[in-house]
């Protein structure tokens, strides 16, 4: 019997898998609507420069003129910022987003660029670049002004000269060419979901973070030097050239340190799916337990249980995870546990007790199923001793059920006078 209700249980099991895969559909509609995880790159200083090169055409010899790109990184960079969480609702699902706040300064210097001995004649100061490379550009909420040289330009769209994974932003400067250190700041307004992570191109990368969030998972190659996780979280990384293999310069057109990148996710506690999914793979262990119950009783009392009647019992113990999967998009996981698993100790021990007719072995059964469900809960919460518990809590049950049955004479259930001559 335990084996034929497996069949329900697995359909159940499937059913809150499909209930996870939906929900994590909407978190994922939602999250382009909003805005997905941003990534911040950069900034990066493009200098242009001519270079000239001999090529053979139709077996003559010419020297052609090519405009390269030397790709700068910065001195140093610090970033403060603030992530404003949000929760948005679509139906029954909860899609966490936010929007951040940061204020970027830091510098460039110029002597790795001098040193690579370009002619300054060939150096095309007036049309230098720099490059911000943000994952998603929808997420920019306001205006991006650049200050920089003693001068202020807007960012324009797209990234310009310079090859990144990223979308991005640049803006356009004109130099002097004598210039050995240029200091920049620029505010960023920009929306978000999931994550913010960042790309350490700076010599000296310094980045501060705050949020109200409750539940930081910090990730990627670098993390946090300090952190402080009390309402909310503030974190700050500090990463120097030394710990990423990262040129000062790069003279070719490509750049991709993504990664190098590190951040923080806003992570969701554990869903309602998921303590649901892990709970029903429980369910074959609690059938069989309860079972296990009714037959003790039933051999104790000399009763006669129709299979039928294990059948409904049995399919009364797997509609409860149909109940807390159900019960659970609307209210708390532990309110949806404490009402399904009421219903169904409540439902079977009424059942029973109409069959056993015995209010001492019906409350027996009623006290082993909440115990049963009691210790299922606690196991499904722990995260690192949930193997440790479960396997206690199993070599003492399965000890207490030897205890209990060794004087069984399991040939002579119904007590015959045969076998008690």
């Known amino acids: 019997l335990i084996l034929l209700l497996l069949i329900p249980l697995e359909m159940v ?14 978190v994922s509609e939602v999250s382009s609507e909003w805005s997905r995880g941003q990534q911040i790159s950069g900034p990066i200083l493009t200098i242009p420069y ?95 002004q650049l200050k920089m040289a003693g001068a202020e330009q807007t960012f324009q769209p797209g990234l310009k000269n310079v090859s990144m994974k990223e979308a991005g932003v640049h803006a356009s400067f004109a130099l002097m060419g004598d210039e ?12 978000g979901s999931s994550f913010m992570n960042f790309v350490p191109l700076a010599k000296t990368t310094d980045v501060h973070l705050t949020s109200s969030w409750a539940s ?19 974190a700050q990384w500090k990463v120097l050239n030394l710990n990423r293999p990262i040129p000062p310069v790069v003279q070719s057109g490509s750049v991709n340190y993504n990664e190098h990148s590190f951040g923080v996710e806003l992570y969701m506690p554990t ?14 262990l609690v059938i069989a337990l309860v079972f296990l119950i009714i037959f003790f009783v039933q051999i104790m009392r ?6 039928f009647q294990y059948i409904l019992i049995g399919l009364a113990l797997v509609i409860f995870y149909t109940l807390l999967v159900s019960i659970s998009e609307f209210t708390s996981f532990n309110t949806s546990y404490l009402i399904s698993g009421g219903a169904v100790i409540v ?14 072995s019906s409350g027996i059964i009623f006290a082993l199923q909440t115990f049963i469900y009691g210790f299922i809960y606690v196991i499904i919460q722990l995260e690192d001793t949930v193997l440790l518990i479960g396997s206690i809590g199993l070599f003492l049950t399965l000890a207490a059920i030897m205890l209990a049955s060794r004087n069984v004479d399991w040939y002579n259930l119904k007590g015959s006078k045969s076998s008690e001559q």
Not at 180 to 191: A, G, H, R
């Open 180 to 191: 050995t250190e240029l200091n920049f700041s620029f505010n960023l307004d920009l929306k």
């Open 271 to 284: 869903t309602q799916y998921q303590k649901s999914e892990r709970t029903a793979k429980y369910g074959a």
């Open 302 to 307: 000399r009763l006669s249980i129709h299979p």
């Open 50 to 144: 001519r270079s000239y090169e001999k090529t053979t055409v139709n077996n003559v010899e010419k020297l052609v003129v090519v405009t390269r790109f030397v790709q700068v990184m910065p001195e140093n960079l610090s970033i403060n910022g603030e992530l404003l969480p949000k929760t948005l609702h679509r139906g029954i699902y909860d899609v966490v987003v936010y929007e951040g706040k940061l204020q970027a300064k830091g510098s460039f210097t110029l002597e790795d660029f001098y040193a690579l001995h370009i002619a300054p004649e060939d150096v095309l100061w007036g049309d230098v670049v720099v490059n911000l490379g943000i994952s998603d550009l929808r997420g920019i909420t306001n205006q991006i």
């Open 347 to 360: 439902l079977v021990s009424v059942y029973l007790h109409g069959v056993i007719k015995n209010f001492k």
């Open 13 to 26: 099991q499937s059913l809150i898998r499909e209930r996870n895969y939906r929900n994590q559909n909407t």
């Open 216 to 234: 930081p998972s910090f990730q990627g190659s670098f993390l946090p030097a300090d952190r402080n996780l009390e309402n909310g979280f503030k």
